[in-house]
């Protein structure tokens, strides 16, 4: 696959997600290609301008990554400027939309991307403690079975 929809939790979540791949994707800064909303929108000129830079070899990385960041602000104009190169992979590059609304993208583009949700971690606050967790899991792992049932209800 070559191309990507980074979406759930949040912004600082969906950037380190794709910060993540470019680590794991060996991809330095020279060989990534990054577009963002001016205005709440991104038209079709800004796509027509940046596509072309995918099909240059990248410089010092193993692939060239171009980085659509809000991605469903994409104009329609825009995103089907952007199906071609979806459809046409060019050589060495991957394509990663991130965006908190997958679904206002075009179907021909969801159907062309693996979409990868990301979950929100819960914070301390809001979640449980590990050590509860794992107090939790040595009461069931020692109860019996109809002692677990109602563990597991409550």
Same mark, same amino acid.
């Given at each position: 696959?070559?191309?990507?929809?980074?979406?759930?939790?949040?912004?600082?979540?969906?950037?380190?997600?794709?910060?993540?791949?470019?680590?794991?994707?060996?991809?330095?800064?020279?060989?990534?290609?990054?577009?963002?909303?001016?205005?709440?929108?991104?038209?079709?000129?800004?796509?027509?301008?940046?596509?072309?830079?995918?099909?240059?070899?990248?410089?010092?990385?193993?692939?060239?990554?171009?980085?659509?960041?809000?991605?469903?602000?994409?104009?329609?104009?825009?995103?089907?400027?952007?199906?071609?190169?979806?459809?046409?992979?060019?050589?060495?590059?991957?394509?990663? $939309?991130?965006?908190?609304?997958?679904?206002?993208?075009?179907?021909?583009?969801?159907?062309?991307?693996?979409?990868?949700?990301?979950?929100?971690?819960?914070?301390?606050?809001?979640?449980?403690?590990?050590?509860?967790?794992?107090?939790?899991?040595?009461?069931?792992?020692?109860?019996?079975?109809?002692?677990? $049932?109602?563990?597991?209800?409550?």
């Amino acid at each position: 696959m070559h191309a990507y929809i980074i979406t759930g939790s949040d912004e600082k979540g969906r950037t380190d997600h794709i910060n993540s791949l470019l680590l794991n994707w060996h991809v330095s800064g020279h060989d990534i290609v990054t577009l963002m909303p001016i205005d709440n929108a991104i038209g079709i000129d800004a796509v027509r301008s940046i596509v072309p830079q995918l099909s240059f070899k990248p410089r010092s990385s193993p692939l060239s990554v171009l980085v659509v960041r809000g991605a469903h602000q994409l104009s329609e104009e825009a995103q089907q400027a952007l199906l071609k190169t979806l459809e046409e992979p060019v050589g060495e590059s991957r394509i990663l $939309l991130e965006t908190q609304e997958p679904f206002a993208l075009l179907p021909t583009i969801l159907s062309r991307c693996l979409i990868v949700k990301i979950s929100s971690a819960p914070t301390k606050q809001e979640g449980i403690s590990e050590f509860q967790c794992i107090d939790t899991l040595k009461l069931l792992a020692d109860a019996s079975p109809g002692n677990r $049932l109602k563990k597991i209800d409550e």
